[in-house]
């Protein structure tokens, strides 16, 4: 299993390179406009990442006995949506790092870091342009990609507003059908391209994307936990605080003392004035590790990807489970080989 990750991932990173890095030139000009659009993606393409979109997509793939070695061919399409995503969730979000290095906005300037995303959606679609596969199945597939765009941003717009509306705690549902949108929906759109892909039909393949919605909203919880706990890999620990996010474990803790609204409320401000640094940082995780709300989010996120993994193993066996489960691992950073 760890051999068969390990070959795939490999491949994955060459369809990448051939899809997002080949073709840009060593100096951006102003006579090369793909040059110029280029360089801010190519960057952050090149500066790594735990790759398991595509390789969901691989493995949902696989396990739809689909044989041919093209998949690769569609891994940047959702790597492709994924990298621009986070172009612009760094502006949207002020976040000065992304996976250790400055974020895009920083290194390029934010306009050409927004035209530049932007771009890339549309170049991250062309994936689908060379893929071989009937028309209906090539045409469900862009529907695919076209309605989880839009779900993406549609979550994202959610999260905007939550963390830009000082004092306002959304519910836990509410936060869940966020997250479903956003970090669910590039799940969801791995698993049914691999699926669909294959030759499935496309309401089996919807279905088997739908348990990978659950698995994103478990995944991003985790994330949650992680960004204020030992912080998340390339970031500092808190960053979240700074940006207003409310998270589950804020959310979670509100649910239990209502009455820390106003204070949790004041640290988020003061860290978001004076940034990283500030202790407002630290108090706002002492008062939500006060009330165990850290704890009890990391449990309901590992709850959601427990469940998904017993359906998988009703629905296609144990070696489908035992297949997923280190794909999981490796979402959450965990070594797989």
């Known amino acids: 299993m760890n051999d068969e990750f390990k070959q795939r991932l490999e491949k994955i990173e060459r369809a990448l390179h051939i899809a997002f890095l080949s073709d840009v030139p060593e100096s951006a000009t ?6 110029l659009l280029s360089a801010p993606c190519a960057s952050l393409v090149s500066g ?4 398991w979109r595509p390789l969901l997509t691989v493995l949902a793939y696989q396990l739809a006995e689909g044989k041919n070695e093209d998949i690769y061919t569609l891994t940047p399409l959702v790597e492709g949506i994924h990298t621009a995503s986070l172009i612009h969730d760094d502006i949207e979000d002020n976040s000065e790092l992304r996976r250790g290095k400055p974020a895009a906005y920083v290194a390029y300037g934010l306009d050409s870091a927004l035209n530049s995303g932007s771009w890339l959606y549309f170049r991250a679609l062309q994936s689908l342009e060379s893929y071989q596969a009937p028309a209906s199945i090539k045409l469900d597939l862009y529907g695919a990609a076209l309605t989880h765009i839009r779900a993406l941003h549609e ?12 004092g306002f705690f959304p519910s836990r549902q509410d ?3 966020m997250i479903s949108l956003k970090t669910g929906a590039l799940a969801a759109l791995a698993a049914y391209t691999g699926m669909r892909a294959a030759g499935k039909k496309h309401e089996e393949s919807q279905s088997f994307a739908a348990l990978f919605t659950r ?3 478990g995944f991003q919880i985790l994330d949650d936990v992680k960004n204020i706990s030992t912080g998340n890999a390339g970031k500092k620990r808190g960053d ?6 409310k998270s589950m474990p804020a959310i979670l803790h509100i649910e239990k003392h209502p009455e820390d609204a106003a204070a949790l409320t004041a640290y988020f401000e003061q860290a978001r004035r004076n940034g990283i640094n500030s202790p407002a940082v630290e108090k706002a995780i002492a008062l939500l590790s006060s009330s165990g709300s850290i704890t009890d989010a990391e449990i309901q996120g590992k709850k959601k990807i427990d469940s998904v993994l017993e359906q998988l193993d009703t629905r296609y066996g144990s070696a489908a489970k035992e297949m997923f489960e280190a794909l999981f691992n490796l979402m959450q950073g965990r070594k797989t080989f």
């Open 155 to 166: 979550g994202q717009a959610l999260d905007i507003h939550w963390h830009r509306t000082a």
């Open 30 to 35: 102003e006579q090369n406009p793909i040059a």
């Open 240 to 245: 979240d605080i700074v940006e207003g996010k």
């Open 48 to 51: 790594g990442g735990k790759r």
């Open 175 to 177: 936060y869940e059908r």
């Open 215 to 217: 698995v994103g909203v």
